[in-house]
């Protein structure tokens, strides 16, 4: 699944190097987590381990593409906050958006941002009731996975930092105890992190580089004996 890349990059070349346990959290149009148990990328039977956004998380009657009710992805994900956006400013409520867009059909990672940045109500109290949901999903993920740090990466990072601290805080709020230094970073990869965890899977998986890896500790000890 493609979820599964961005923890393959994260480990080799982002923010995951050097750990052997770790989520990534992919908030984008939907919310997608891979994750690395004992260094090695945890895929499940039919390869779609990591669903998080299908988790339940609520009584809404309103029916997700999955089949389900009350899914995640449909109260916290990135066309979810915009929906609520644009139909507050529809119906007239106060907002600097309104300075600031020309109509009210669409809206970008970056207006919200700036409304959140100007303390906008509505943006601050959707973006923030998402963030509060989003951040008890991750909580029950690292309970029930116990990892050294999440990292997040995706669209939805580009809200800013209040959003992702808003997201630790409810997070923290309700991990257990005893896994309160869990570390939350957010990518570095970003954009590059599905193509380069192609590429890591590519060399890992079809060229499998590992097998191999004995050669070069088979000329290491030659040069040792040598000298």
């Excluded at 963030?131 to 309970?143: D, L």
Aim: hydrophobic letters at 45%.
């Amino acid at each position: 699944a493609a979820n599964t890349l961005s923890a393959l990059a994260e480990q080799y070349y982002g923010a995951a190097q050097g750990l052997k346990d770790f989520l990534c959290l992919e908030l984008t149009a939907g919310i997608g987590m891979s994750f690395v148990a004992n260094g090695l990328v945890v895929k499940g039977r039919s390869g779609y381990a990591g669903e998080i956004g299908h988790t339940i998380v609520n009584n809404n009657k309103e029916m997700c593409y999955c089949g389900n009710c009350g899914c995640m992805e449909q109260v916290s994900s990135l066309p979810h906050i915009k929906k609520r956006i644009l139909a507050a400013l529809k119906q007239g409520v106060l907002s600097v958006l309104k300075q600031r867009l020309t109509n009210f059909d669409d809206i970008s990672v970056d207006d919200i941002r700036w409304a959140i940045e100007q303390k906008d109500s509505v943006c601050m109290h959707i973006v923030f009731e998402a963030a509060e949901v989003i951040g008890i999903a991750v909580a029950n993920a690292v309970n029930l996975m116990d990892p050294e740090c999440v990292i997040f990466s995706g669209d939805m990072v580009g809200l800013g930092d209040e959003f992702i601290a808003e997201v630790v805080r409810s997070a923290k709020k309700h991990i257990l105890m005893l896994m309160k230094d869990t570390q939350f970073r957010v990518s570095t990869l970003r954009k590059y992190a599905h193509p380069i965890g192609a590429t890591t899977r590519f060399f890992l998986d079809f060229l499998r580089v590992d097998d191999f890896r004995w050669l070069s500790e088979m000329s290491n000890e030659a040069e040792e004996m040598e000298v």
